[in-house]
């Protein structure tokens, strides 16, 4: 799925906020990245966040 900026932005966002409340990373941790938003956008571009879009149908 393609997703806006702004939803790419929520995800990353919502995704770094667990990591940084303790929440276990989906990916192995690479050497020197200690940031969660870092950690985030790298799960984000391996596309392994488990976080749904939920878009409403144009009428």
Excluded: H, W
Excluded at 14 to 30: D, N, S, T, W
């Amino acid at each position: 799925m393609e997703y806006t900026r702004f939803e790419k932005a929520r995800i990353i966002g919502a995704r770094a906020l667990q990591l940084a409340y303790g929440a276990p990373p989906l990916i192995k941790v690479p050497k020197g990245i200690t940031d969660p938003l870092q950690l985030a956008e790298i799960e984000y571009n391996e596309d392994i966040i488990p976080i749904v879009v939920i878009r409403k149908q144009k009428s």
